[in-house]
């Protein structure tokens, strides 16, 4: 009886902790997933435009997606340029060059709005390189981004 009452226990503690967890809102952190080509996320609402190079979007988010690639012929530098401000959860842009490696471009949480464009230096590899949005808690996002060479994409499925 007493073995019957804890694995009722465990059964019911591990029910409670899988519906806690939200597993959009887990990839935030978890640097093996962000690298990964796979993108996963909840949009809930969406204003986005994509002019030539430049990226302006409204976004209710959670997750991670793919916004920017660009295949380099070989080593080299750009700046691009961004914007990220949000007003409820947490965001931020993640660069990965080809090796696989992560760098946090921009971030930002509950209410920080930022309204300056910060110029940034990127170190791209020879090889297929992209910028990741990745977000959590239905974060509420405005996102302008500008790089000169590339290709910048809409978040979601319309790609």
Sequence with gaps: MKKLIIVYGIIITLLFAGCGMNYMSSQYSNDSKISSDANSFNLNSEEQLIDGQEYIGKLEFEGMDTIWRYNAESDMDIKLSC????????????????????ETLAESKDNIVQNDMETITVSLKKGENRIKIVASNKAQIELKLNVDVGELNKIGFDK
């Design 83 to 102: 914007l990220l401000s949000v007003n409820k959860g947490k965001a931020k842009l993640v660069f990965i060059n080809s090796a696989g490696e992560l």
